[in-house]
């Protein structure tokens, strides 16, 4: 009985990972900009962090340029920031990249929600272990904010460890 219900839970686990699916396409030069973090899984990398934004800028060298800052310990906190570069991955569409922030090191970062005019976007990894809601502004309507969940709890990803995130 145990083992049974052990392969299931395994085949589903297995499942999930393997059918996150990205967006079709991103269109690169209008995901370029400012995002502000909405929420997030916490990360190690981001204890701490308040004020959290990412900025996108295509480098011309055929990777993008990724600058991420946050504000530590509070909303006037002294600022934290890192850059690195992102990779996409070919016959993605644009929406499954390669973050590299130390040599030789490359995280997946995979687009998986995207509003048609570009004014957020949700992004993972394919095991679902990393979530973020990102935003062109700040803050984000109740309405849009509680329409990504739902669609994040259809793809399998825990809601319950998601975290708010403090902006100015």
């Not at 839970?9 to 499942?15: A, D, F, R, Y």
């Not at 990360?43 to 530590?72: D, L, M, P, W």
């Not at 004014?119 to 700040?138: C, D, E, G, Q, T």
Request: aromatic share 16%.
């Amino acid at each position: 009985m145990y083992k049974l219900f052990f392969l299931i839970l395994l085949i589903s686990l297995t499942m999930k990972s393997q059918n996150l699916e990205t967006v079709p396409f991103v269109d690169l030069d209008q995901y370029a900009g400012k995002w502000y973090e909405i929420a997030s899984y916490p990360q190690r990398f981001q204890k701490g962090c308040h004020s959290t934004t990412a900025n996108y800028t295509n480098s011309g060298k055929g990777y993008i340029i990724v600058e991420n800052s946050c504000n530590k310990y509070s909303l006037t906190g002294k600022q934290s920031y890192i850059k690195g570069k992102a990779f996409v991955e070919k016959n993605s569409g644009n929406a499954r990249l390669k973050v590299q922030f130390f040599w030789p090191f490359r995280g997946k970062y995979w687009i998986i929600d995207l509003a048609e005019d570009y004014s957020f976007a949700v992004v993972s990894h394919p095991n679902r272990k990393y979530l973020w809601i990102l935003s062109r502004s700040p803050q984000m309507s109740k309405s849009v904010y509680v329409q990504i969940l739902s669609k994040l709890e259809k793809k399998g990803f825990d809601l319950l460890k998601l975290q708010k995130t403090e902006q100015n």
